[in-house]
């Protein structure tokens, strides 16, 4: 996809600093990080939603990813956690439509984190996590 920045840079067209290339992703440095070693893995196909890509696949960018998250620590950036992110859809804020894991290297007071809602503290009935477990459950045949 000519407009895709990803298949562009798995393409050749764009510079990136792959650390990992396999037949079914590439792993590179995210060029705008949130610490030093966030890296993200991409599929080498392009799929744009987590809905498009094959169970295999996405099966085998965790395990890239879990080997890199691995690797962070030894490599002698600064690292004392992980987190893995893959944002599905604009409202989840993904920004290239184009599926990518998120490696990101934390460390305390790194001032990166998920801002919680203010019903996040007002704790659901079981009566309506039975009814969302029950439509979800349907949903999944």
């Given at each position: 996809m000519s407009d895709c920045v990803f298949c562009r840079i798995l393409a050749g067209e764009l510079p990136s600093s792959t650390i990992y290339k396999d037949e079914v992703c590439t792993a590179i440095l995210d060029i705008q990080p949130?610490?030093?070693?966030?890296?993200?893995?991409?599929?080498?196909?392009?799929?744009?939603?987590?809905?498009?890509?094959?169970?295999?696949?996405?099966?085998?960018?965790?395990?890239?990813?879990?080997?890199?998250?691995?690797?962070?620590?030894?490599?002698?950036?600064?690292?004392?956690?992980?987190?893995?992110?893959?944002?599905?859809?604009?409202?989840?804020?993904q920004d290239v439509f184009h599926v990518h894991l998120h490696v990101i290297p934390r460390y305390e007071g790194d001032g990166f984190g998920f801002q919680f809602p203010v019903t996040y503290f007002e704790l659901p009935t079981r009566d309506k996590l039975n009814k969302i477990e029950g439509y979800i459950k349907d949903a999944l045949g």
């Open positions: 949130i610490n030093d070693g966030h890296v993200l893995v991409i599929p080498n196909e392009h799929y744009p939603r987590l809905a498009d890509l094959p169970p295999e696949v996405g099966g085998h960018l965790f395990e890239v990813g879990q080997r890199i998250a691995a690797a962070i620590p030894k490599s002698g950036v600064k690292c004392e956690g992980v987190n893995f992110f893959l944002a599905d859809g604009k409202a989840a804020m």
